[in-house]
Nanobody
Framework: QLQLVESGGGLVQPGGSLRLSCAAS????????IGWFRQAPGKEREGVSC????????YYADSVKGRFTISRNNAPNTVHLQLNSLKPEDTAVYYC????????????????????WGQGTQVTVFS
């Protein structure tokens, strides 16, 4: 069974940076698209970014475009999300999710298209 564990969240001031990691165990991520989502209190879960199994397709929500970067290291079976120029509105619990796919270019920002989820990591941006 694929298990995902997020790490790297924390407290940071506006303009600061964090690097989130999503470590997978149980399966290699070679045939998985990976998505990052976030959920703030009282709000719906939002798609932030995703990366296809081939790394050739990436997606970023407009709210994070130019500030966040997704990347994967298949050797250690980990996907990273680099968060730069953080804003208070980025405060949320961040989740990674995986979907097995035979399409090397598939990734999606829709939560209901993913099969496996991590437990989340808290990111708090405060003044």
């Amino acid at each position: 069974q694929l298990q995902l564990v997020e790490s790297g969240g924390g407290l940071v001031q506006p303009g600061g940076s964090l690097r989130l990691s999503c470590a997978a165990s149980g399966f290699t991520l070679d045939y998985y698209a990976i998505g990052w989502f976030r959920q703030a209190p009282g709000k719906e879960r939002e798609g932030v970014s995703c990366i296809s199994s081939s790394d050739e397709t990436t997606y970023y929500a407009d709210s994070v475009k130019g500030r966040f970067t997704i990347s994967r290291n298949n050797a250690p079976n980990t996907v990273h999300l680099q968060l730069n120029s953080l804003k208070p509105e980025d405060t949320a619990v961040y989740y990674c999710a995986a979907r097995r796919t035979m399409s090397p270019h598939y990734c999606s920002g829709y939560a209901n298209e993913y099969e496996s989820w991590g437990q989340g990591t808290q990111v708090t941006v405060f003044s």
